[in-house]
């Protein structure tokens, strides 16, 4: 079933220990509807500006991504450059330009209002509460956010919470939306606020899925899968949001959604956030085989499995 | 098969978020020798002072521990008070008595000679050399280090690297010891120092195993164990240890060592680390079963098992 994403389309210039890379075609968006597509189709809203051209537009099409909900505006595309330099895990931010992004108001085509799984890529928490209003037949939302949003626009996402099905940000943000320090009891105080499921992304570490009492299944017994151990990390941009794009592209691909297809998401986040990483912004992306992602899939598996 | 474990016996005093605790028993061959002996014979070497009582000695005695090897010097037992502040990982020092221990000189007693599994502590890497060396007929030698040792007597630990045949250490020792930021490329660094495994804690993420090409079978892969999100960490001292002593302890234990059993190893590292947090001190690991083990065997396993 064919699956929404909102969130940003970015240029980012971008220096790693690997090297550098100048207004390379990035954002949100782009790297989860990139790793998404490999599983389902995928229907993106977003807003670029003037200096978004057909060959960029290209990638996504390529890829089969539904580009309709591309808003074209007057003006320059966001714009981000930081820099990872000891710690791949943390990048410095040199300058943010949101640009077009500022007043990004999303639109959602008509022709889109038949999906039935939505993402909510960290955009202000209002935006997302809107979108997910209009969309109201979906069967399944996920959504992303972060520190900005969680201490700038606490109450507006604490809204947007109770519309959100599966919620998936990293450690920090975890501990700082549940204002604590332990992440299981972390994770139990954001299930409160109304995710049924909550994915913690550990980095190098691989992620956790914590179920809400009775979601998805029985049991309240959280699900660890890993992070594959890689020797290159040539640039560690939009691994999160192809995380999120493998993990919500498996599920909007199943008929089902039990745990066990959750625990498989996490392996398929986990598989794509690997790919990302091992070439400068979107490259590996681009160019994947769902031959290549199965057989990625198997290492991660056999990376924890007891006979 | 038993294991002679060197390392220290102490006494700590401990503040956590969860409360304090003075004096009590500790020190990194306590954590390893109690949390062991519920899969073999443990055999250790240490030194105390004349504070540690029969009550203290008690403690290894009703878990089988063979006792021969403690030392009673004239003095105070090695002593350490820390505090765990918000971050459980990390322990501020407030003070460091050695005590007895500046000048302990392990003495293998006799009857031990014929242990086939050995534990070398974090003491001064010429101390574990000397120790390997009388105990030449060992069939297998787990060793751990620090950064004390890493920095200031690296020449040294390179030599007794040479005669550990899996070095069990945490990200930030693998890392500097390699002076290498990426943790899989640091491994190799490692593996080519000598020891046919490197066991690379990760503390609330589990643990990571890299093996040297060829080593206890096919394949250079590496392997990983969960940790399990614990919702009340009462007092992380003695995890790292514990981890140790599970992980060693299951090894001795086993007649083949071959990849499935160090993975297995692995995942009761973290078992048995997973316990030592719930009480302080060694409160846990005095009175565990073997079935409440292999019962959270089974939980960690059922942590990253896909159908």
Known sequence: MSIVAVGS?????????????ESILGGSCTYFSL????????????????DFTTEHEDVFRKRGIDTQGIE????????????????????????????VFENFQPRIPKQ??????????????????????????VRLTGGDTMNFWINGSRRELLETLKVINVLLINDTEAKMLAAERNLPRAAQKVLAMGPEALVVKHGEYGATIFFREGAFGIGRHPF????????EVKDPTGAGDSFAGGFMGYLASQEELNREVLKRALFYGGVMGSFAVERFGTGRLQQ??????DSRFQVFRELTHLE
């Open 9 to 21: 389309i970015a240029f980012d210039s971008i220096g790693t220990p690997s090297g550098r890379a």
């Open 35 to 50: 790793a998404a597509s490999y599983f389902t189709d995928v229907r993106i809203v977003a807003v670029v500006g003037e």
């Open 72 to 99: 074209h505006a007057k003006g320059k595309t966001f714009r981000w450059g930081g820099q990872y330099l000891e710690n791949l895990n943390e990048a410095k931010t040199d300058f943010t330009e949101l640009n």
């Open 112 to 137: 889109y209002m038949d999906s039935k799984f939505l993402f909510l890529g960290n955009i202000h928490p209002t935006l997302q509460a809107a979108v997910r209003q209009e969309m109201n037949g």
């Open 224 to 231: 660890r899968a890993p992070a594959l151990p890689i020797e």
């Open 288 to 293: 994947l085989t769902r031959e290549e992602i």
